[in-house]
């Protein structure tokens, strides 16, 4: 039973606007959806958390649909400094601690 | 600025050695969490901590355990190494406020096993 979906890898070019979707089924009712990036030879970096509809910060925007089963984080007019790996974190309905497996997103000048 | 820090970078040891991975933080943070990563897999937690000498286990205890002594200390055991534990080992903490989602982590550790 896949826990987390997230697509493998995405490719950009400078200047677009990134959409990731995380899929999670089985979600706990009160836990919030968080996003982490990860660069090469570091630990994942806190992005954006949120519960439902929308959240926007300086960085990037996390859309949660009402049935909480997917989550989509928005990276507005990217830059090659964003390619990394960008992860979803959930706390599952059996109280499990999950993050996806991670979409490497690769931007091009 | 936040800061969690990983006794090493790189740790080569051989199978069946005993293993200890540490991680301190500055932040005064409640919660203590060790991951490892692996290629395809994503972040897996192994234990986390919630306060001093408090632990559970994560998705994958099996082959670990833990120590938490201080509050700004959580140790990760590898009572008998083996190969299949060869990976990346990440420690991460976070407020009790924030609860598990702002995490902050600390740079990792390779670990290989021969």
């Known amino acids: 039973l896949a826990k987390t979906t997230q697509p493998i890898s995405m490719d950009s070019y400078e200047g677009q606007e990134v959409n990731i979707t995380c899929s999670h089924n089985n979600i706990a009712t009160n836990d919030y959806i968080t996003w982490y990036q990860q660069f090469p030879s570091q630990g994942p970096r806190f992005i954006i958390q949120g519960y439902k509809t929308k959240v926007t910060n300086e960085v990037a925007s996390l859309f949660i649909p009402a049935d909480r089963k997917s989550s989509t984080l928005s990276l507005p007019r990217v830059s090659l400094s964003d390619t990394a790996v960008y992860y979803c974190l959930v706390v599952l309905y059996t109280d499990k601690l999950i993050f996806g497996t991670g979409t490497r997103l690769q931007v091009f000048p | 600025d936040v800061k969690v820090t990983q006794s090493s970078r790189y740790l080569v040891k051989r199978t069946g050695e005993k293993v200890f991975l540490e991680c301190v933080q500055d932040?005064?943070?409640?919660?203590m969490f060790w991951y490892r990563q692996d290629p395809g897999l994503g972040l897996r937690l192994i234990y986390f901590s919630y306060d001093v000498k408090m632990k559970e286990k994560g998705d994958i205890p099996e082959g670990y355990s833990v120590s938490r002594e201080k509050k700004e200390r959580f140790s990760l055991i590898l009572e008998s190494a083996s190969t299949n534990q060869t990976s990346m080992y990440l420690c991460a903490s976070s407020l009790v406020t924030g609860g598990f989602y702002e995490q902050y982590f600390g740079p990792g550790t390779r670990l290989t096993v021969t």
């Open positions: 932040m005064d943070h409640e919660n």
